[in-house]
């Protein structure tokens, strides 16, 4: 690491098989798995067949390379950084306010969550005595005292601490070191644990547990969950719609986004990602459906009844939700599987802390503090910044963490979080990245309505159940109501930024020259010859039209078929199936044999395979990044600044050459190009 570009973006030469698996490691903390494990006790199966609304949405954003082929094209580092080329100066700022915010406050909870994990699931007491010398003014030298400590605080302290030692040694590149070396000892971890869970309790057992959920909230079939309160279809639905419209929004891992050597690795990473995720997704199946089965069945009832008496213990209904399945897990399993998965949770946790507050100390620097300062930084102090930066994210985390009192699901309060940020975000990325008629104008109308809404919602939810215990219920006219969650106000947010989007855009548009995409997207005349991979020959028009460009290889192609063969059968399935239960109901029997083949059988039988794909993958592209950064150029005006256009000059020429003291920039501030 020997640049500013190294530790935020590690010189932009990480191959596809380091980004993904770093990727999926950084992006899917220890906070995540117990997320899901509240989804499976509250709905079990059934959402998952929903879920497969989002493969059509899903196959479109991976082979065209919707919103993240294109932002690559930027060569911009933050994403507010892409809002100032597009936009102005003044928006990067108030973007990178907001999307701090939003996603400190979301981060805030990660520690306590990953902490509480260790403590019930390893039998750690909730205190620890401590002897420390406590010093009396009143007497010429200072005794012993014990102190009772909470056991949180420490556990998070040694967690922050390893993400900081990991994050600050190097910065992304460290990061994505780390995270892919842990990620592929995880990946045979998934398999082994896997393996064990079901030698421990086999699938009749699985969906017994399953079956003694109430009528109308079945755990198998999909179709009978009217009494599913949260995780519905409606719930899935919204994240179809969110999936598109706010894709890449969230900037949680944002040093990911602009990391790889060339646009097309970028789009390749998110292709095979999808393989990457079989064995991850079967490991937390199994061991979510094995905790509700320690729970439920009467051949576990000794083990029930400690998880009952370790939950009384836990005074927030909550946080009771939360270690309910890790709880019941370290009741059954062997010690040794205990312990290695322990060692999993613990790698995903600090790998995804290290990678969250890379993310949000280097937005602060790159789009509040610099933009403000307007000024050159030698790179050594400009990377002392950066880590002190993340350093500040890691305390507020710790802070926020012990003093934050649960009261959603974890998904719900991500949901609402998020939506400060992610509400209004969505519109100005994709309007700015392909409608050449968005303006400044447009993008703040768009922020300021997400953040009143993810605000507002997050003040009216919290007061809401503080006198009345529950969420808010909504009667529609005809008698009937549903629940008004935060997943709801996410979707109220996105529509309504959307549209004042589009209109004010529309308005304020009039008469003024199209923003010029080209230029900004290194295209045509402006090209970086750097960033494109050797054309391929690609004579089927319906490759192109489905994604598959000429920048494909053989090996490229045959990736992206199979994830097209992959995802079109299963929802083909899906479609054929759901018309056929729709005509004739099918009996809960049917969709526990389905289940088993989609959830067990299939993922099991490629997760060896697809473990030592990555492996392999994962090597080789390790071995190219130290090559790649041992021969590299360092720019040192590749700061994560934005110099400015001239239109009549090729990007390369238009970087104005500035020093630590002076700096001439031309800044493109709302519709018009000043020199300041």
Not at 233 to 240: C, F, N, Q
Not at 376 to 403: C, N, Q, T, Y
Not at 458 to 475: A, F, N, P, S, W
Not at 649 to 672: G, K, M, N, R, Y
């Amino acid at each position: 690491m020997k640049g500013v570009s190294d530790f935020l973006s590690a010189n932009r030469v990480a191959g596809r098989y380091l980004m993904t698996i770093a990727q999926s490691m950084g992006g899917f903390g220890v906070v995540t798995f117990i997320a899901w494990f509240q989804v499976y006790y509250s709905a079990g199966l059934s959402p998952w067949w929903w879920q497969q609304f989002q493969i059509p949405v899903s196959v479109i954003i991976l082979l065209t390379g919707w919103i993240y082929y294109r932002f690559r094209e930027t060569r911009a580092m933050t994403m507010a950084q892409f809002l100032e080329m597009r936009y102005s100066r003044r928006l990067r700022i108030f973007a990178g306010i907001l999307c701090w915010t939003s996603g400190v406050i979301n981060f805030g909870i990660f520690p306590a969550v990953a902490a509480r994990f260790f403590i019930y699931f390893c039998g750690l007491p909730d205190h620890f005595h401590a002897t420390l010398p406590n010093f009396d003014i009143t007497f010429p030298f200072c005794h012993l005292q014990s102190y009772s400590l909470p056991s949180i605080a420490l556990v998070m302290l040694i967690d922050l601490g390893l993400a900081l030692s990991f994050v600050n040694m190097g910065g992304q590149i460290s990061v994505m070191i780390t995270e892919v070396v842990q990620g592929m000892f995880c990946s045979f971890a998934f398999v082994i644990v896997s393996a064990v869970v079901l030698i421990k309790i086999h699938w009749g057992q699985m969906v017994t547990a399953l079956e003694m959920a109430p009528a109308n909230a079945s755990m198998l079939n999909p179709f009978h969950t009217s009494g599913v309160g949260d995780y519905n279809i409606y719930y899935y639905l919204v994240g179809l719609f969110g999936a598109f419209y706010s894709y890449m929004s969230w900037q949680g891992s944002q040093g990911f986004y602009s990391c790889a050597r060339n646009p097309h690795e970028q789009k390749m990473g998110g292709i095979i990602s999808v393989w990457r995720s079989v064995p991850h997704g079967l490991m937390t199946a199994l061991i979510a459906l094995a905790g509700i089965s320690v729970l439920r069945l009467p051949q576990f009832s000794h083990e029930a009844s400690l998880v009952a008496a370790a939950l009384d213990r836990i005074p927030n209904e909550s946080i009771q939700s939360q270690m309910r399945i890790p709880i019941a897990l370290s009741m059954f399993l062997p010690t040794a599987v205990k312990g290695l998965l322990a060692t999993v949770f613990l790698f995903y946790s600090f790998t995804c802390h290290d990678t969250y507050m890379h993310s949000w100390g280097s937005i602060f620097v790159q789009d509040i503090y610099m933009p403000i300062r307007n000024k050159a930084i030698d790179p050594e102090h400009h990377i002392k910044l950066l880590r002190w930066s993340i350093m500040g994210v890691a305390v507020f985390a710790f802070i926020f963490s012990l003093v934050y009192v649960p009261t959603e699901d974890i998904l719900f309060f991500f949901a609402i979080t998020g939506t400060i940020w992610s509400g209004g975000s969505g519109a100005v990325i994709i309007g700015g990245l392909y409608w050449k008629r968005g303006t400044t104008a447009a993008a703040y109308g768009s922020l300021i309505t997400g953040a009143l809404f993810g605000g507002g919602g997050l003040i009216l939810t919290k007061m809401y159940r503080m006198h009345h215990g529950h969420d808010i219920q909504v009667i529609l006219h005809h008698g009937k109501g549903f629940t008004l969650n935060n997943q709801y106000i996410f979707f109220i947010a996105m529509i309504t930024a959307l549209l004042v989007y589009i209109t004010v855009s529309l308005i304020t548009s009039r008469g003024k020259k199209p923003y010029n995409l080209e230029r900004m997207l290194h295209r045509g005349k402006y090209s970086v010859a750097t960033d494109h991979v050797k054309e391929q020959v690609t004579r089927s028009r319906w490759a192109q039209i489905v994604g598959i460009t000429k920048e494909f290889s053989k090996s490229d192609k045959i990736l992206a078929v199979a994830l097209l063969v992959w995802n079109g059968a299963w929802f083909v399935w899906f479609v054929v199936f759901s018309i056929i239960n729709l005509l004739y109901p099918v009996s809960d029997s049917i969709w526990a044999d389905y289940h088993l083949i989609h959830t067990i059988i299939i993922p099991a039988a490629l997760s060896l395979p697809i473990t030592i794909w990555f492996t392999v993958g994962g090597i080789h592209d390790i071995r190219h990044l130290f090559k790649a950064l041992a021969t590299a150029v360092r720019d040192p005006s590749d700061d994560g600044r934005f110099h400015g256009y001239k239109d009549d000059e090729s990007p390369e020429e238009c970087l104005i050459a500035d020093s630590q003291e002076e700096a001439v920039l031309v800044v493109h501030d709302s519709d018009e190009t000043r020199t300041n």
